[in-house]
């Protein structure tokens, strides 16, 4: 059964509008405050963060006033990476953490990220359960004046988490003589990714570091990664590393000013982590994995397998196999022996530290021939077209003429009002020809 709120990745679409304004944050703070509350501790404590969007200057404070109206004390972090939030909640051993942002959406939307004790996002069965809190009457869940939570704001939270990504690798691990471009996409990275990197030893040319609240992802960031690439061109940098709004993506980019998505990255961790004998069971991809990634990890002896789309399936299905690789085509990788979600910083280094030995990144990131694949974004008033029998029909149809030739895959984004075409196919023809087919059925 469909979630009422939560979606692919927490809640999430337009500013004032639906599930994203000041009264539902009031109601989503009570109502995941109220689930997490344990009873046994003294404090009840819930850490917020978020990105760089204007708007989030009118969520954080309802959120914090259903949250401390429910009996929870409120740590604020401010701007800070997703993963940054993950590790935080735990190591502060708060009841849970909660992420302001919407990603790599445009800066008029926002929504919420929600991670329990253990660092991890929610489960389907707690997030139906904080929906039924949502629907229930405030009145039960408000708690008695004289326990009211209290509010404190935290300053060195990016502090903090650059510490425990350094505790990862070796003192001696260090940047010095590496020219690198960073690109923050004007969002929760932009202090701590160039401090990381400066702090390291590397000489660090920073872009998308000056957000003014709207130009989140503008013509920026890991979804616009033409822009790094341009960069590492001109000041002739050893790589590029492009993150998103909330800074759980990275595409990188190699001295050549070439793009290098996620499944690149993940093949060359890999192959990596299996010579260090430190790769668990396997990889878990996503339904938008190249085929070519697949075919290239099966040769090596290297299991792979695919889940839904969402790096929060990716994470329950590792977890599920105990594998501690995984991630997506578009930049969410999880390295499982370090985190539990996304985090571009944590990718960086782990590539940086194989680059470590002047190696260039042209000849480590490269690693694999990807099936050449198209995706195309339509944007749709209602996402449920797919399910219309026109449009199936039209799938059909498309997989038919594609038959053994490539892969046609149809989805609901679960993060914005669109449908995502991708085909792979050596026959660039006959990728145009099917999305056409299937693109006229939901025009």
Not at 189 to 205: E, S
Not at 208 to 228: A, D, F
Not at 315 to 334: A, F, R, V
Not at 343 to 371: C, H, Q, T, W, Y
């Amino acid at each position: 059964m469909k979630n009422k709120y939560f979606g692919t990745d927490g809640i999430r679409g337009k500013v004032n509008e639906g599930n994203i304004t000041g009264e539902k944050s009031f109601k989503f703070g009570l109502a995941s405050g109220t689930y997490f509350k344990n009873r046994k501790k003294s404090k009840q404590i819930a850490i917020i963060a978020k990105d760089t969007r204007l708007s989030g200057y009118t969520l954080e404070p309802a959120l914090v006033s259903g949250l401390v109206s429910g009996g929870m004390h409120v740590y604020t972090l401010g701007p800070l990476p997703t993963n940054g939030l993950a590790m935080l909640t735990k190591s502060m051993k708060a009841n849970m953490g909660i992420m302001i942002t919407a990603s790599h959406n445009p800066y008029h939307d926002n929504g919420l990220k929600l991670f329990g004790p253990d660092g991890m996002k929610l489960s389907y069965k707690i997030e139906k359960r904080i929906e039924r809190l949502i629907d229930a009457k405030n009145s039960n869940q408000l708690t008695n004046p004289k326990l009211l939570g209290r509010v404190k704001r935290l300053e060195n939270g990016n502090d903090k988490y650059i510490e425990i990504l350094k505790k990862n690798f070796p003192r001696n691990f260090h940047l010095k003589g590496t020219k690198i471009v960073i690109d923050c996409a004007n969002g929760a990275g932009y202090k701590a990714a160039p401090k990381l990197f400066n702090d390291l030893g590397a000489k660090v040319i920073s872009i998308g570091v000056k957000p003014n609240g709207l130009n989140i992802n503008e013509k920026c960031g890991s979804t616009y990664p033409s822009k790094i690439c341009l960069a590492v061109r001109k000041f002739k940098a050893h790589v590029g590393i492009s993150l998103d709004g909330d800074a759980d993506r990275i595409i990188m980019c190699d001295e050549r000013g070439k793009i290098i998505d996620g499944d690149q990255i993940i093949a060359m961790l890999a192959l990596r982590w299996k010579k260090k004998k430190i790769l668990k069971g396997g990889v878990i991809g996503t339904l938008m994995s190249n085929y070519g990634l697949e075919v290239f990890l099966k040769k090596r002896g290297i299991k792979f397998l695919r889940s839904k789309v969402g790096d929060k399936y990716v994470k329950e299905k590792m977890k599920k196999l105990n594998y501690n690789l995984g991630g997506e085509q578009s930049g969410h990788i999880i390295l499982g022996k370090f985190a539990t979600t996304g985090d571009g910083l944590m990718v960086a280094l782990e590539v940086l530290f194989s680059l470590r030995k002047r190696k260039k990144a042209s000849k480590i990131l490269n690693v694999f021939k990807p099936l050449p694949q198209i995706l195309e974004n339509i944007n749709v008033k209602d996402k449920d077209i797919v399910d219309k029998v026109k449009c199936k029909k039209a799938i059909n149809k498309a997989n038919k003429i594609m038959s053994i030739q490539g892969r046609i895959l149809v989805r609901k984004s679960g993060t914005e009002p669109k449908i995502r075409i991708m085909a792979e196919s050596y026959n660039r023809n006959l990728i145009l020809k099917c999305i056409k087919i299937i693109k006229r059925s939901i025009k």
